[in-house]
């Protein structure tokens, strides 16, 4: 009786060694592709969302401080502040053959 515990006690051994192994691989695959992935993003120039949402603070900002002075600028001039209007883009002209 004693050899079929021991038997069964390898067995369940090989077992757990064999899901640990496995696990291991899993996790190595898992980490080999993210840094595959995230090779492939920087080499395509993509921004995370980190640096998007600090530019568009930036930006933000950035105009909020353009309206004030804007105002302070027509206050020191005693007129109002003109709203800029918006430039479209203007198509460039062809040369002519």
Request: hydrophobic residues 40%; positive net charge; without cysteine.
């Given at each position: 009786m004693q050899s079929r515990n021991k038997i069964v006690?390898?067995?369940s051994q090989l077992m757990n060694n064999a899901m640990g192994v496995a696990q291991g691989a899993?996790?190595?695959?898992?980490?080999?592709?993210k840094g595959w992935v995230d090779?492939?993003?920087?080499d395509r120039d993509f921004v995370t969302r980190e640096e998007f949402d600090a530019v568009s603070a930036?930006?933000?900002k950035a105009r909020e401080e353009?309206?004030?002075?804007?105002?302070?600028?027509?206050?020191?001039?005693?007129?109002?502040?003109?709203?800029?209007?918006?430039?479209?883009a203007?198509?460039?002209?062809?040369p002519k053959s």
């Amino acid at each position: 009786m004693q050899s079929r515990n021991k038997i069964v006690e390898d067995i369940s051994q090989l077992m757990n060694n064999a899901m640990g192994v496995a696990q291991g691989a899993k996790s190595e695959a898992e980490s080999a592709m993210k840094g595959w992935v995230d090779r492939w993003m920087a080499d395509r120039d993509f921004v995370t969302r980190e640096e998007f949402d600090a530019v568009s603070a930036m930006a933000k900002k950035a105009r909020e401080e353009n309206t004030a002075l804007a105002k302070r600028i027509a206050a020191l001039e005693g007129g109002t502040p003109k709203p800029r209007a918006k430039t479209a883009a203007k198509p460039k002209a062809k040369p002519k053959s």
